[in-house]
């Protein structure tokens, strides 16, 4: 469920119409509610309730300063996954006892800006980076808090880009091998172990996968014990799922994956922590944009919108499907013909969908792409030197830019040019 909904014939944001923003800001932009993400959080909480957790959200979804306030506000931690994302969660207020530090490649730098800032805990992922972790904390004089991310080997059911949880991706290490990593870990005087970390992928429309994980890992968590480690807290990662289409079947709800964490974990006594990104923001937030021409070719007609493969990236990536929606309420019943939706870019892959049905559309009107929230907006580029498009957040009748549009000189001036030219 979201707040972006139809009112008097015109799609509104909350309580403001997405025209009056289009005439302020000017198109393509983003544009999240608030009431949408607060919501989203709460499901993950309650889902929770009775069970000592924290909800850490995967700010990797949307990283804008506005909207990790927003969250924290009502009680949110961060997950970070670079000495940027953690840079930003403080500068929105976050305090480093809230943000879990997660990733392959942590550098030194990272985890020194991490330690002396303050981390709830760093998510191993290699022997090489607890040796780094081990000395950056000895040569602080400080105690790295640490659990170490296993690969359960298991199938996320998910698009190949974005399952991260089987033994040939590059996360983790292998559950056969924990018993050693964890014994290593104990011998390191700079490191404390507090428990498990897992995340197996993304955009998990089914529970299955994470049930399997999760019970390797209360087994896991047993075993370590006996061995002597004392696991207090178990990270599980995120990864459920959002309705993409209103059509498709609804992948699980917060409170189903809530109830299987107790379920499968809750004998154990430990605290939890979840990193969910876009179940928060995805349905969150939606792009903006303006249909530039309607094209004739020689079997189809074109859309050619002023957003493109840069500004959402999520159909050229992973031929993903978002909803598009005419921003004027199409009459009931009106006709509706198949486009190709495209935006300006020089390559074919500017293809937004195909052969999507929509309501008849003319220059200058607005569209507006669905479930845009999450993995939009922070994966954008200025490809062929289009702007960064500005994020807008909406709260009840308010509106405010939470991230301006550049402008050209902003953008041309970051170059510089060698003396010898
Ligand atoms: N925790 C870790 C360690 C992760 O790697 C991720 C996502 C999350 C949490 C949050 O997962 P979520 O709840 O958002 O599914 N750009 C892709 C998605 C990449 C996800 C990467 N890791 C997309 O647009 O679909």
Known sequence: MDHFLYRDGALFAEDVPISEIAAAVGTPFYVYSTATLLRHFKLFDDALEGTDHLVCYAMKAASNQAILKTLAQAGAGMDVVSGG????AKAAGVPGEKIVFSGVGKTADEIRTALIGGIR???VESEPEMQVINAVALELGVNA???VRVNPDVDAKTHAKIATGKSENKFGIPISRASEVYALAASLPGLEVIGIDVHIGSQLTELEPFELAYNKVAELT???RSEGHNIRRLDLGGGLGIPYTRSNDAPPLPVEY???IKKTL?????EIEIEPGRLIAGNAGLMVSRVIYVKSGEDRDFLILDGAMNDLIRPAMYEAHHDIVAVDEPAAGVEQRPYDIVGPVCESGDTFAKQRNMPPLKSGDLIAFRSAGAYGAVMSSEYNTRPLIPEVLVNGDQFAVIRERPSFDEIINRDTIPEWL
């Open 266 to 270: 809750g004998h154990l006594g430990c």
């Open 258 to 260: 809530g109830a299987m």
């Open 121 to 123: 805990q760093f998510n």
């Open 85 to 88: 994302e953690y840079r930003r």
């Open 145 to 147: 808090p640490i659990t």
């Open 222 to 224: 047993e075993r370590l």
